[in-house]
């Protein structure tokens, strides 16, 4: 099997975690190598995610490194084994590969949770809504970049819609939903948009109103998305350098506690659903 030239976030995900087990177990890569009759190229790039290896591969290695947690084997060996060509690869040469990514570690995750300060939370945006936050970006997209986000957008709520959603629970300030990222109707047709989804049980919506004491989370915007298994977690940032994806546990730790710690500012679900209605009509 040739070596991949662009490997998904998955991919090199599975690679990150075999290496984990094997510095976990002590191992160099040419001594795995030479365990498996391979060469050290070869295992850098199964490490790199740009190489394949089976699922019946990664078991033999996870008994040499003596790994014993069955439940992460299996789960690495079923990622092995996914030749899944999802909707999101009709973008790729299209989009950047981290909106592939993004949808991609969406439609895997067993469980979503998300903090947003500043916008509508992704998921849940309406197209318009959704075509004049990326017709802020700079430098400016031409309408053929732009449509095309729009539309990711959309296709990415599948997750959280149909007959087996993903559980997702979002925490949103009141900033996001009071501010006018188009013209009254396009906000007043986002916050119905939200309404829907949490009245018809597909999602858990909490807010932190402006004038809530307990929140210094101003930045606490946020991803997180559930594996099969804890340690297959991935977190999403972003910031003024990009979009980063987070696998390493003491930061899926840190985002854990920051999800706890901005919660605790939150309304309740129901509270904040009567806030939402309250919001809708003002506008």
């Keep these: 099997m040739p070596p991949r030239s662009h490997p998904t976030a998955r991919q090199v995900r599975l690679g990150t975690e075999l290496r984990r087990l094997r510095e976990a177990a002590g191992l160099k890569a040419r001594e795995v190598a030479a365990f498996l009759n391979s060469t050290s190229t070869q295992m850098s790039q199964i490490e790199a995610g740009i190489g394949g290896v089976s699922g019946e591969r990664i078991r033999r290695l996870a008994a040499h490194y003596g ?62 809504y959704a075509r004049a936050v990326f017709g ?53 047709a986002q916050l119905r948009q939200i309404l829907d989804h949490v009245e018809q049980g597909q999602v858990t919506v909490r807010v932190i109103p402006i004038d809530q004491d307990g929140f210094g989370g ?49 309304l309740d679900p129901t509270a904040s659903r009567d806030f939402i209605h309250r919001l809708s009509k003002e506008l």
Excluded at 76 to 85: C, E, F, I, K
Excluded at 228 to 254: H, K, S, Y
Aim: glycine share 6%; aromatic share 6%.
């Design 67 to 128: 790994c014993m947690n069955q439940e992460l084997i299996e789960s690495l060996a079923s990622m092995a084994g996914d030749r899944t060509r999802g909707w999101w690869e009709d973008y790729r040469g299209v989009l950047p590969p981290v909106n592939l990514d993004l949808a991609e570690t969406e439609h895997h995750a067993t469980y979503l949770r998300e903090i947003v300060v500043s916008y509508a939370p992704g998921l849940l945006q309406t197209p318009d």
């Design 136 to 188: 802020y970006m700079r430098p400016e997209l031409p309408d053929s970049e732009l449509t095309p986000r729009v539309e990711l957008r959309m296709r990415r709520r599948a997750v959280i819609e149909g007959d087996n959603p993903t559980p997702y629970e979002v925490i949103v300030h009141e900033f996001a939903l009071r501010i006018r990222v188009a013209d009254r109707r396009v906000c007043s």
């Design 218 to 266: 101003a930045g606490a915007s946020m991803m997180y998305m559930g594996g099969p298994v804890p340690q297959l977690d991935t977190g999403l940032r972003e910031g003024a350098t990009g979009t980063a994806f987070i696998d390493a546990e003491p930061q899926l730790e840190t985002l854990r506690t920051l999800f706890r710690k901005v919660e605790a500012a939150t």
